[in-house]
């Protein structure tokens, strides 16, 4: 198998064009073309439909697609261990965070750790939900995440759980409902004006679920995916949000608004690390787990 057009291959159906993927591989478009021709008779299957707008995957070429990821990442490892061998790790990590979790106060503290421990590692982190992140990991594109549970298995991951988190109402004190107290019980929030994520995530569906055992439906004005927007709209009054407490220290100025606990019921969330459950991690991303345990180690304390 030669791997220079497995790359190419990678590059066409990223660019969704074979003169694009010229362009940036600065190979002559027949010769590109005759790469993808060379894949198609060693696998006797058609790989790309070609159309006046540019090219696109068949079911064949999706399948390549995503092994051919899974193999260039394992070549560049192997590159990578070779020529630091008996040397410090290093090499590329990816790391994925959830959005609104503990996750954006251990993202600093990492880049930190890795940088003052490890500088020879160059740290990628994305931030993104869990279904997105957790099929990178199983697609080999991503080495670990830290994430919410999914609550069920999924193939070709697994779930390490690391912590258990409740979920607080923060608002701006005119939109928090009128109650004493650091709690506040679910049936007090009916008439609450919720700034949420998408069903999606993981945070709106504990919280629709917690609605629904009280019998309520949540009272949602706005689905914010973004949490600059989310910050900037909670504290200027237009809604309230629930979030981990981690989460919501982490990410916004909590000294002038209020933070209750939701109870009856209480909402809590369950983070877990994710990786591969078929790949080995390399001896860099080895060493940011280590790292990423001692993190969450020193959070809990």
């Known amino acids: 198998m030669d791997t220079r057009r497995l790359y190419s291959f990678v590059k066409i159906v990223d660019a969704g064009s074979i003169t694009r993927a010229a362009d940036i591989l ?38 390549l697609y995503r092994h051919a990821q899974l193999i260039l990442r394992q070549v560049d490892q192997a590159h990578a261990a070779v020529s630091v061998s008996g040397h410090a790790p290093a090499g590329s990590v990816s790391v994925g965070i959830a959005p609104y979790s503990a996750g954006a106060a251990l993202a600093l503290p990492l880049l930190r750790a890795v940088r003052d421990r490890y500088p020879n590692i160059l740290l990628h982190i994305n931030e993104n939900f869990g279904g997105v992140i957790s099929e ?23 779930f390490e759980p ?3 988190e409740d979920l607080f109402l ?9 109650t004493a107290g650091e709690e506040v019980a679910v049936a007090e929030l009916r008439e609450v004006e919720l700034l949420l994520p998408s069903g999606i995530h993981t945070i709106r569906q504990v919280v629709d679920t917690a609605f629904q055992q009280a019998g309520l439906e949540p009272k949602v004005v706005g689905e914010i995916e973004s949490a ?18 981690s989460a919501a220290s982490a990410i916004i100025d909590v000294q002038n608004l209020v933070a209750r606990r939701i109870v009856e019921p209480e909402i809590e969330v369950k983070l877990s690390l994710c990786t591969s459950d078929h790949q080995p991690l390399s001896e860099p991303a080895l ?6 345990h001692e993190l969450i180690a020193e959070f809990a304390a």
Do not use: C, H, N
């Not at 590109?32 to 439909?49: M, P, R, Y």
């Open 170 to 178: 923060i608002a701006a004190p005119p939109i928090a409902p009128d």
């Open 228 to 245: 600059p927007t989310l910050v900037s709209a909670v504290r200027a009054g237009v809604g309230a949000t629930v979030l981990p407490w």
């Open 162 to 164: 690391m912590r258990t």
């Open 26 to 63: 600065r190979i002559a478009q027949p010769a590109l073309s005759q790469q993808v021709s060379a894949l198609e008779t060693q696998f006797k299957q058609q790989l790309l439909i070609r159309s006046k707008r540019g090219v696109a995957p068949t079911e064949a070429g999706r399948a």
């Open 287 to 292: 060493a940011v787990q280590d790292l990423f």
């Open 136 to 158: 990178a990991i199983m697609t080999g594109r991503m080495d670990m995440a830290f994430i919410y549970d999914a609550g069920r298995p999924i193939r070709g991951v697994r």
